[in-house]
């Protein structure tokens, strides 16, 4: 393999190693708040702030340990060695990191699936919510007419 692919491929992997590690620490001290980018991120796991750390702590030790195959890849790939080494690093890094990640998202969103999910102060479709009343229920009719709330739709 070229020096300049083995370096970027552990320069990949590196920075995967990192970020998998990151996500992983603040995952199991329940710190990784709930976001668009990163930690366990499911329908189940955005449920609630609750289901989101629950899933994070459950898929900590799975996403440390695919940081840590990584970082060994990534470091392997570095020192360098004969082509077919290299390749064979390069496959059992990235499979054992994305196998691992897969077990973490899995287990973290089982976990997810567990927690009771929050009280909402809607329950079914909304018409409108103001700062005092909360969520009041749609006065509209299923089929998409306004003919009882005064409102248009949009629909002709």
């Known amino acids: 393999m070229p020096t300049p692919v083995r370096l970027v491929l552990a320069g990949a992997l590196l920075l995967a190693a990192v970020v998998l590690l990151i996500i992983a620490v603040l995952g199991a001290l329940g710190r ?3 976001n668009p980018w990163a930690g366990v ?5 955005l449920a609630s702030d609750e289901a989101f750390t629950v899933a994070n702590r459950v898929a900590a030790a799975p996403l440390g340990a695919a940081g ?14 004969p082509g077919p080494v290299v390749w064979t690093v390069l496959v059992v890094a990235t499979a054992g990191m994305l196998g691992l ?33 909360g969520c009041s229920p749609s006065t509209a009719p299923p089929d998409g007419t306004a003919a009882e709330t005064g409102r248009t739709t949009g629909a002709t």
Not at 41 to 45: A, F, I, L, S, V
Not at 68 to 81: P, S, W, Y
Not at 121 to 129: L, W
Request: hydrophobic share 45%.
């Open 32 to 34: 990784l708040r709930r």
């Open 101 to 133: 990640t897969g077990i973490g998202g899995a287990l973290g969103d089982r976990a997810a699936a567990r927690v009771d999910a929050p009280a909402s102060g809607c329950a079914g479709t909304c018409a409108g919510c103001d700062l005092v009343a």
């Open 68 to 81: 840590i195959v990584a970082l060994l890849g990534g470091v392997t790939l570095v020192i360098g060695g």
């Open 41 to 45: 991120r499911t329908r189940g796991t």
